[in-house]
């Protein structure tokens, strides 16, 4: 599995991006996920979903102002963010498959991107 993070820039707080991340290689109906790293909190789950769509994860911190998606049809898996703060600075990275996915949890298997950088400026 490859795949490929963009989107990522430089924004203005309250601003709003979408990053796209486009899988191939994929063998089955994988779940995918966004992931954000920093060098205070590591690498922690941001957004999540299921092939279907049906079943998503979003972390406290975004959840309300972030909303993830997928179209199969493009083999991407898209973050839209929006109301961004100066917190949201990060370097984002797309899992093209998860171990786990529930409404409170979400990990990463494998199939990780070389990330995409977002700052948010104040």
């Known amino acids: 599995v490859q795949v490929m993070e963009s989107g990522g820039e430089l924004v203005q707080e309250g601003g709003s991006l979408r990053l796209s991340c486009t899988a191939s290689?994929?063998?089955?109906?994988?779940?995918m996920g966004w992931f954000r790293q920093t060098p205070e909190k590591g690498r922690e789950p941001i957004a999540c979903?299921?092939?279907?769509?049906?079943?998503?994860f979003y972390a406290d911190s975004v959840r309300g102002r972030f909303t993830i998606s997928r179209d199969h049809g493009k083999n991407t898996m898209y973050l839209q963010m929006d109301s961004l703060k100066p917190e949201d600075t990060a370097m984002y990275y797309c899992?093209?498959?998860?171990?786990?996915?529930?409404?409170?949890?979400?990990?990463?298997?494998?199939?990780w991107g070389q990330g995409t950088q977002v700052t948010v400026s104040s």
């Open positions: 899992a093209a498959d998860l171990s786990v996915l529930t409404k409170f949890v979400c990990v990463a298997k494998d199939g």
């Open positions: 979903i299921d092939w279907y769509g049906l079943s998503t």
């Open positions: 290689g994929l063998t089955h109906a994988n779940a």
